[in-house]
């Protein structure tokens, strides 16, 4: 994850901190492809890091919100709208949590860095990594890295996908982006197998 976080322009020791002191990980393409790093196997680049943060107690969420921005900022990354999610609306790619039992993403924040760098931090309720994990879409972005254990993932079969570089697209989600999503890790190397 090293690699992927100095390439972000962040100091790793400092972000390694800030997600212990929150609890946080990082899930999605960009521990993907920091484990493909770790394997020597990294042919691209994430377009993202993505950070969920779980709150415990929701009067404390303003107090991570500043804390997070105060440290990106810190960073020269600059904060743009948040997206609040009251309405539960759909994350682009995670099973849409209208129809889904995880209606518990509460608030993103985003950061941009010279319009190429992009963090997004998701707060929500308290969950596990599992918990997170499960709601992927595609079965390769089921890895997170958190700066205790380093890798986890939904399941074995997740390195078993990455390692072999094929897909698995769960189709039981509403995700409007399907096509765009599945064409993307296409172009990273992956073949794609969509269950019916």
Aim: hydrophobic share 35%; with cysteine.
């Amino acid at each position: 994850m090293e690699f992927i976080i100095d390439h972000y322009g962040l100091n790793f020791s400092e972000f390694s901190e800030f997600l212990r002191v929150n609890n946080g990980i990082v899930a999605g393409s960009s521990s993907l492809a920091a484990y493909l790093k770790s394997e020597n196997d990294l042919t691209w680049m994430p377009n993202d890091i993505d950070i969920w943060i779980p709150v415990k107690n929701i009067e404390n969420l303003e107090n991570i919100k500043s804390e997070s921005i105060q440290f990106f900022q810190k960073h020269s990354y600059n904060k743009s709208d948040n997206i609040l999610y009251d309405s539960y609306n759909s994350y682009n790619h995670i099973i849409d949590y209208k129809s889904s039992s995880l209606n518990h993403i509460i608030e993103i924040c985003n950061f941009k860095k010279d319009d190429s760098f992009k963090i997004q931090i998701m707060f929500i309720q308290d969950l596990s990594v599992f918990a997170i994990l499960e709601k992927f879409d595609l079965s390769i972005c089921k890895i997170a890295w958190d700066p205790e254990y380093e890798f986890i993932t939904y399941s074995k079969y997740v390195l078993q996908d990455i390692k072999s570089k094929r897909a698995h697209y769960d189709n039981d989600n509403n995700n409007q982006n399907k096509t765009n999503r599945i064409n993307k890790y296409k172009e990273r190397g992956f073949k794609i197998y969509v269950e019916i």
